[in-house]
Nanobody, 121 residues
């Protein structure tokens, strides 16, 4: 199983970035997917989540209206479009996959290595 994030970088306040998470090694279309972020000295927090077929999304209050999570199951890729970036958005952004394993009757979680987002003028 592999989750590889990309698209992070340095952007000015008010700017935009699009993060990608390329998945392999499991059935991507059966997994709920999420973006998390972790700033220095802070706990990792959930940013956005999308259902396995993409028909349901949820966002942290701090990013509602600015971030959009999406996925392309044909490409095994998830995205996070971020606009109007604020000074409080910088963090390492992580991709997370949530698979429910029927025969184990439990969820299994996978993480990417993260991509850094920096917001600075």
């Amino acid at each position: 199983v592999q989750l590889v994030e990309s698209g992070g970088g340095l952007v000015q306040p008010g700017g935009s970035l699009r993060l990608s998470c390329a998945a392999s090694g499991f059935t991507f279309s059966s997994a709920d997917m999420s973006w998390y972020r972790q700033a220095p000295g802070k706990e990792r927090e959930l940013v956005a989540v999308i259902s396995s077929v993409g028909d349901s999304t949820n966002y942290a209050d701090s990013v509602k209206g600015r971030f959009t999570i999406s996925r392309d199951n044909a490409k095994n890729t998830m995205y996070l479009q971020m606009i109007s970036l604020k000074p409080e958005d910088p963090a390492v952004y992580y991709c997370n996959a949530d698979r429910y394993i029927v025969y184990l009757r439990r969820h299994v979680y996978y993480w990417g290595q993260g991509t850094q987002v920096t917001v600075s003028s």
